[in-house]
C-alpha cells in the first residue's frame, strides 16, 4: 500500500524560497574582494538569484548545462549557487587552489559552458586562454565600475550586476526532479586527476536538513553562522542551504581568512558558530596570542572571540592542543568527518548526556574523535578479513559509509561505482577505529599509515602529539622504509618563529604520550610543509622533499 502524502520534490529553490519568505529579514553579510562590506537579506537574494537564474538561461543554457564559479564565499556565489541549482543547471565551484593545468582539465572535463569569476580571479584566467574547452563567456562577479579590459584570448567578458539589471523581477522555479543534478564539486586529486562529485537536489536538501540536527553544528535561527570553509569547495559543509533551511544569519568571509579578519567579523557580526579546517583556527589563535593585549577580554569568559561559542573543524585532524586552546577562550569544537564524496559532513563528536560529568581530559580525548554519524549516515569499519572489527576503540579497519548524500558513482564516470570495495558501501580510503559508544577515530589515511615491525602506526597521532609541544607550529609524519621494521616514522616540524627547539627535546616530549617503539628516531625541521589545494598536508611531496631518507634507510 502506497501512503498517501504529498510528492513533493526536495529542492534547493524551495530552501531559498522558504528562507525569503520566512526569515526576509535576516542578514547576509560579505566581505566583498572590492573592499567594503555588503548586507543584503534572504528576501533581496532570493529576488536577485531569480532575476540571475533568467539571466544564465537567456545566455542559452539547456537544462543540466554548468555554469562553473571561481569565487570567494561572497553573496553572488550565493546568487549563482541558488540560481543555477534552481534552474535546472548545475553550479560547478571550482577550487582556485589547484595547479592552473588541474583548473582547466576540470572546466574541460566538466564541459563549463558559462564562467562566474570574482575579480581576483581574472589573472588566473588571463593564463588559461586557449585552454578553457567549451567556455562561451565569463561573467566576471562585480559591477560595471569594477569591470576589467578583457584579457588577450579569452571568451567576451560580462558584467554580473548588468545581466541582473537587464532582467526583470520574478521567475517561478521550475518543479524539477529531486533527483536532477544541482552542483558538481571535484576533489583535490592528490593522486591523479580530480574526480567530480555531482550532487543533487535531493542529496543538497537532506544533507543540509541532517546538519541542522542539533547535535550536528546547534543551527537555529537566533545562530549567527560564519563558514570559513570555502564555498569553492565541498558547499562549504552545506552552510549555504543550511543557514537558509534554519533562518540563521549568515556571514560571509571573502578572501579573508586570516586571524585578524576572521576575529574582526566575529566581533562585529555577533558570530556564533564557524566552520573551518584546523589551520584556519591555529592562525587565528596564534593571533590572538600574538596580541597579548586584549588581556582584559582573555581573562573575561569572552576569551577574546565575542560571541563564538562552537566551531565545526574537520577536513584534517584537529590536534587536541587546539581543541584545548579554543575552549581556554570559551569555545566548543565539534570535530566533524566527511569528504567531497560525502557533501561532506558525516561524523561529528557531539558528547551524550552520560558524558556531561566527565573529567577535562576525557571530555578532550571524547571530542579529538571524529565521531558519531549524523542520521542518514551508516557506517562499518572493516577489518583485513572483510568482517566488521571490534568496538573497543583499539582495532581498527578500513571505514565504509553510505547514504543519500553519498556518492554513487563520479561524473563522466557514470557505469562504475565510487570506490565500491563492498557493494553499496562507499570505500572511504581511511582507517579508523570505533569504540563501544560508536565513536568512530580517524587513524590514517590508508596510504599514509606507517606499518612497523607488524604494528601500524597513525601518522596523525605522531602530528598531534608533536604540535602539542610549545615550539611546533605544524608536522608532518611519513613512513620510510626501514631494513629491520619495514617502515619507521619519519617527523618533520616546523618551528614556531624566533623559538628554538631540538630533535632531542621533542623526542622527549613524545616519552609518555605514545608506546616507546612509536616515538620516531628521525626527526628534521623545515621551513614550511607543502599542503593540498584543500589545505591537508601533501604527503606525497613531503615524500618526494625527503627522497635521500626514503632511500637511504632503505639500503
Ligand atoms: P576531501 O574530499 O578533499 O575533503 O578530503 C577528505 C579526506 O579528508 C577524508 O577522507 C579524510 O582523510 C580527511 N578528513 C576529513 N575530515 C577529517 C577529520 N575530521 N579528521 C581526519 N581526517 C579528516
Same mark, same amino acid.
Given at each position: 500500500?502506497?501512503?498517501?502524502?504529498?510528492?513533493?520534490?526536495?529542492?534547493?529553490?524551495?530552501?531559498?524560497?522558504?528562507?525569503?519568505?520566512?526569515?526576509?529579514?535576516?542578514?547576509?553579510?560579505?566581505?566583498?574582494?572590492?573592499?567594503?562590506?555588503?548586507?543584503?537579506?534572504?528576501?533581496?537574494?532570493?529576488?536577485? +538569484?531569480?532575476?540571475?537564474? =533568467?539571466?544564465?538561461?537567456?545566455?542559452?543554457?539547456?537544462?543540466?548545462?554548468?555554469?562553473?564559479?571561481?569565487?570567494?564565499?561572497?553573496?553572488?556565489?550565493?546568487?549563482?549557487?541558488?540560481?543555477?541549482?534552481?534552474?535546472?543547471?548545475?553550479? &560547478?565551484?571550482?577550487?582556485?587552489?589547484?595547479?592552473?593545468?588541474?583548473?582547466?582539465?576540470?572546466?574541460?572535463?566538466?564541459?563549463?559552458?558559462?564562467?562566474?569569476?570574482?575579480?581576483?580571479?581574472?589573472?588566473?584566467?588571463?593564463?588559461?586562454?586557449?585552454?578553457?574547452?567549451?567556455?562561451?563567456?565569463?561573467?566576471?562577479?562585480?559591477? *560595471?565600475?569594477?569591470?576589467?579590459?578583457?584579457?588577450?584570448?579569452?571568451?567576451?567578458?560580462?558584467?554580473?550586476?548588468?545581466?541582473?539589471?537587464?532582467?526583470?523581477?520574478?521567475?517561478?522555479?521550475?518543479?524539477?526532479?529531486?533527483?536532477?543534478?544541482?552542483?558538481?564539486?571535484?576533489?583535490?586529486?592528490?593522486?591523479?586527476?580530480? =574526480?567530480?562529485?555531482?550532487?543533487?537536489?535531493? +542529496?543538497?536538501?537532506?544533507?543540509?536538513?541532517?546538519?541542522?540536527?542539533?547535535?550536528?553544528?546547534?543551527?537555529?535561527?537566533?545562530?549567527?553562522?560564519?563558514?570559513?570553509?570555502?564555498?569553492? &569547495?565541498?558547499?562549504?559543509?552545506?552552510?549555504?542551504?543550511?543557514?537558509?533551511?534554519?533562518?540563521?544569519?549568515?556571514?560571509?568571509?571573502?578572501? =579573508?581568512?586570516?586571524?585578524?579578519?576572521?576575529?574582526?567579523?566575529?566581533?562585529?557580526?555577533?558570530?556564533?558558530?564557524?566552520?573551518?579546517?584546523?589551520?584556519?583556527?591555529?592562525?587565528?589563535?596564534?593571533?590572538?596570542?600574538?596580541?597579548?593585549?586584549?588581556?582584559?577580554?582573555?581573562?573575561?569568559?569572552?576569551?577574546?572571540?565575542?560571541?563564538? *561559542?562552537?566551531?565545526?573543524?574537520?577536513?584534517?585532524?584537529?590536534?587536541?592542543?587546539?581543541?584545548?586552546?579554543?575552549?581556554?577562550?570559551?569555545?566548543?569544537?565539534?570535530?566533524?568527518?566527511?569528504?567531497?564524496?560525502?557533501?561532506?559532513?558525516?561524523?561529528?563528536?557531539?558528547?551524550?548526556?552520560?558524558?556531561?560529568?566527565?573529567?577535562?581530559?576525557?571530555?578532550?580525548?571524547?571530542?579529538?574523535?571524529?565521531?558519531?554519524?549524523?542520521?542518514?549516515?551508516?557506517?562499518?569499519?572493516?577489518?583485513?578479513?572483510?568482517?566488521?572489527?571490534?568496538?573497543?576503540?583499539?582495532?581498527?579497519?578500513?571505514?565504509?559509509?553510505?547514504?543519500?548524500?553519498?556518492?554513487?558513482?563520479?561524473?563522466?564516470?557514470?557505469?562504475?561505482?565510487?570506490?565500491?570495495?563492498?557493494?553499496?558501501?562507499?570505500?572511504?580510503?581511511?582507517?579508523?577505529?570505533?569504540?563501544?559508544?560508536?565513536?568512530?577515530?580517524?587513524?590514517?589515511?590508508?596510504?599514509?599509515?606507517?606499518?612497523?615491525?607488524?604494528?601500524?602506526?597513525?601518522?596523525?597521532?605522531?602530528?598531534?602529539?608533536?604540535?602539542?609541544?610549545?615550539?611546533?607550529?605544524?608536522?608532518?609524519?611519513?613512513?620510510?622504509?626501514?631494513?629491520?621494521?619495514?617502515?619507521?616514522?619519519?617527523?618533520?616540524?616546523?618551528?614556531?618563529?624566533?623559538?628554538?627547539?631540538?630533535?632531542?627535546?621533542?623526542?622527549?616530549?613524545?616519552?609518555?604520550?605514545?608506546?616507546?617503539?612509536?616515538?620516531?628516531?628521525?626527526?628534521?625541521?623545515?621551513?614550511?610543509?607543502?599542503?593540498?589545494?584543500?589545505? =591537508?598536508?601533501?604527503?606525497? *611531496?613531503?615524500?618526494?622533499?625527503?627522497?635521500?631518507?626514503?632511500?637511504?634507510?632503505?639500503?
Amino acid at each position: 500500500m502506497r501512503g498517501l502524502m504529498m510528492d513533493v520534490p526536495l529542492l534547493v529553490s524551495a530552501v531559498l524560497r522558504h528562507a525569503a519568505e520566512t526569515h526576509g529579514e535576516t542578514e547576509i553579510v560579505s566581505r566583498t574582494v572590492e573592499g567594503p562590506i555588503h548586507r543584503t537579506t534572504y528576501a533581496a537574494l532570493h529576488e536577485r +538569484s531569480q532575476r540571475l537564474a =533568467k539571466a544564465l538561461l537567456a545566455l542559452g543554457l539547456g537544462q543540466g548545462g554548468r555554469v562553473g564559479t571561481l569565487a570567494w564565499n561572497g553573496y553572488r556565489h550565493l546568487e549563482i549557487y541558488y540560481a543555477a541549482g534552481g534552474a535546472g543547471l548545475v553550479c &560547478h565551484t571550482i577550487n582556485p587552489r589547484l595547479f592552473p593545468e588541474q583548473i582547466a582539465g576540470i572546466i574541460r572535463h566538466a564541459e563549463d559552458e558559462i564562467l562566474c569569476a570574482d575579480l581576483t580571479f581574472l589573472p588566473l584566467l588571463a593564463g588559461l586562454a586557449g585552454k578553457l574547452g567549451a567556455v562561451r563567456a565569463i561573467v566576471v562577479m562585480t559591477d *560595471r565600475a569594477h569591470m576589467p579590459p578583457p584579457p588577450e584570448g579569452l571568451p567576451p567578458l560580462l558584467c554580473y550586476e548588468e545581466l541582473l539589471a537587464a532582467q526583470p523581477p520574478g521567475f517561478d522555479w521550475p518543479a524539477l526532479d529531486e533527483n536532477t543534478a544541482c552542483g558538481l564539486c571535484y576533489t583535490s586529486g592528490t593522486t591523479g586527476m580530480p =574526480k567530480g562529485v555531482l550532487y543533487s537536489h535531493r +542529496s543538497c536538501v537532506l544533507h543540509a536538513l541532517g546538519c541542522c540536527l542539533p547535535d550536528v553544528f546547534e543551527l537555529s535561527a537566533r545562530s549567527v553562522i560564519m563558514p570559513a570553509v570555502p564555498m569553492f &569547495h565541498v558547499n562549504a559543509w552545506g552552510t549555504p542551504y543550511s543557514a537558509p533551511m534554519v533562518g540563521a544569519k549568515l556571514v560571509l568571509p571573502g578572501p =579573508k581568512l586570516d586571524g585578524a579578519s576572521l576575529r574582526e567579523l566575529i566581533l562585529s557580526e555577533g558570530v556564533t558558530f564557524s566552520a573551518g579546517v584546523p589551520t584556519v583556527w591555529m592562525g587565528l589563535l596564534d593571533w590572538l596570542d600574538a596580541q597579548g593585549e586584549i588581556a582584559g577580554e582573555i581573562a573575561g569568559a569572552q576569551g577574546g572571540l565575542g560571541a563564538l *561559542r562552537l566551531v565545526g573543524i574537520g577536513g584534517s585532524a584537529c590536534p587536541p592542543v587546539v581543541i584545548e586552546r579554543l575552549a581556554a577562550r570559551g569555545v566548543t569544537v565539534r570535530h566533524a568527518w566527511g569528504m567531497t564524496e560525502t557533501s561532506p559532513v558525516a561524523l561529528t563528536s557531539a558528547p551524550q548526556a552520560k558524558h556531561e560529568g566527565l573529567p577535562p581530559r576525557e571530555r578532550l580525548a571524547l571530542s579529538a574523535r571524529q565521531g558519531r554519524p549524523l542520521y542518514g549516515v551508516e557506517f562499518r569499519v572493516l577489518g583485513a578479513d572483510g568482517q566488521p572489527v571490534a568496538r573497543d576503540g583499539v582495532a581498527f579497519g578500513r571505514l565504509l559509509v553510505r547514504g543519500p548524500w553519498v556518492a554513487a558513482a563520479y561524473h563522466g564516470l557514470e557505469d562504475s561505482p565510487a570506490h565500491a570495495t563492498e557493494p553499496g558501501w562507499f570505500d572511504t580510503g581511511d582507517v579508523a577505529t570505533v569504540d563501544a559508544d560508536g565513536y568512530v577515530c580517524i587513524v590514517d589515511r590508508t596510504k599514509d599509515v606507517i606499518k612497523s615491525g607488524g604494528e601500524w602506526i597513525s601518522s596523525i597521532e605522531l602530528e598531534n602529539i608533536a604540535v602539542s609541544h610549545p615550539a611546533v607550529q605544524e608536522a608532518a609524519a611519513v613512513a620510510r622504509p626501514d631494513p629491520k621494521w619495514g617502515e619507521r616514522p619519519l617527523l618533520v616540524l616546523v618551528r614556531r618563529p624566533g623559538v628554538a627547539v631540538t630533535a632531542e627535546e621533542i623526542r622527549a616530549h613524545f616519552h609518555g604520550r605514545v608506546a616507546r617503539w612509536c616515538i620516531p628516531e628521525d626527526i628534521r625541521f623545515a621551513e614550511e610543509l607543502p599542503h593540498t589545494a584543500t589545505g =591537508k598536508l601533501l604527503k606525497s *611531496r613531503i615524500r618526494e622533499l625527503y627522497a635521500e631518507a626514503m632511500q637511504a634507510a632503505g639500503n
